[in-house]
């Protein structure tokens, strides 16, 4: 059986993907230094196709020795998103970018490389473009930047292939609350209240479950698919932020929507995304906005609210 690597495997994606790794029968092995919740993984800590290093992926020494017999690797440790990047300037770019350019330097020749970026430098000033990989990412963040930088380090393997993923939602093993709608969804079941601003910026999302689905796709598809670029989202979900928070209304009836005229989004994302180029690979979606919700609801309305977020 394959025998794969991830870093940052604890995390939001990481978590859910391991999860659906083992359960297939892949060797997994994780290293992560743990930043949120300790116990994401705990659940294969009995499973014998499984380890995990609680470690640094800036320790060069522990990662040329975790690259050994691997066949794919798979890089999601990174400091995520634009505010806790904002905190950590110096971390940021060590994490996200030079540990990155230290694991390709050390790949050999048969080791294959799945990256996961972020699709949300599209459509920055250009209103209702309709977005597909060849579009220029414009990121304003300097965990956009990283990410990007880190992309095309990636792309220079010829063994590689990036993931641009659109908003990530539904449950996972490490919650995060951050995520557009997983947000939403909490903030109308606690407050039955939603203030929107900038209402009609559109936006793609995707489920975490189909996120770790594209990856086990391109595992398995990896020779037609490698040397590209792929969005990952849902092509049912390009949606403007007041679309989303009227499918969540219809879960939760008595939420109250708000526009709040005079807020700006810092994230000037306003685009229709293609997910069209996986799609004709065969690869094809199973879990809706809808289902999401339901899941997001339940899961608030259980009592999960020992959460640690990302900012
Ligand atoms: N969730 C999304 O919506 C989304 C969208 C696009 C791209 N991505 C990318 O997917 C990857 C995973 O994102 P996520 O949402 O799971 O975030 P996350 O914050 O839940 O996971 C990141 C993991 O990396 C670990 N980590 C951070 N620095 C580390 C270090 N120096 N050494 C070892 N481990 C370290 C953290 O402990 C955490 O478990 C990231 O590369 C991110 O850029 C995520």
Do not use: W
Not at 24 to 47: E, P, R, W
Not at 175 to 201: G, Q, S
Not at 219 to 236: A, C, D, E, R, Y
Request: glycine content about 6%; some cysteine.
């Amino acid at each position: 059986m394959k025998n794969i690597l991830i870093t940052g495997g604890a995390g939001y994606l990481g978590s859910v993907l391991c999860t659906d790794l083992i359960n297939l029968g892949f060797k997994v092995t994780v290293i992560d230094k743990l930043d949120f919740k300790k116990d994401s993984l705990a659940h294969l800590y009995s499973k014998e196709n499984f380890e995990f290093i609680k470690g640094d992926v800036r320790n060069k020494k522990l990662i040329n020795k975790l690259l050994k017999n691997k066949d794919y690797i798979i890089p999601l440790a990174a400091l995520v998103g634009a505010p806790l990047c904002i905190k950590k300037p110096k971390e940021t770019i060590e994490v996200n970018l030079k540990s990155i350019i230290f694991l390709i330097s050390k790949l050999k020749r048969n080791q294959k490389i799945i990256f996961a970026t972020t699709n949300s430098g599209y459509g920055i000033g250009e209103k209702n473009k309709f977005c597909d990989e060849n579009s220029e990412l414009k990121p304003i963040s300097l965990y956009g930047r990283t990410k990007v930088d880190a992309e095309k380090l990636v792309l220079k393997n010829k063994n590689s292939i990036s993931f641009r993923l659109a908003t990530v939602f539904g449950f996972s093993y490490r919650m995060r609350t951050d995520l557009l709608v997983n947000n939403l969804v909490e903030l109308a079941y606690k407050k039955r209240k939603l203030e929107i601003f900038e209402p009609h910026f559109r936006r793609n999302y995707i489920h975490v479950k189909d996120v770790s689905r594209a990856f086990i796709f391109a595992i398995n598809n990896f020779s037609k698919m490698k040397n590209n670029i792929f969005n990952v989202g849902l092509s049912s979900a390009n949606l403007t932020k007041i679309q989303l928070a009227k499918k969540i209304k219809k879960h939760i009836k008595d939420t109250k929507i708000k526009i709040l005229k005079n807020k700006k989004d810092p994230d000037k994302r306003d685009y229709f995304v293609s997910n069209k180029k996986i799609e004709k690979m065969g690869f094809k979606t199973k879990y809706d906005l809808e289902r999401g919700i339901k899941e997001l609801f339940n899961l608030y309305k259980n009592g999960y609210t020992k959460l640690k977020n990302n900012y």
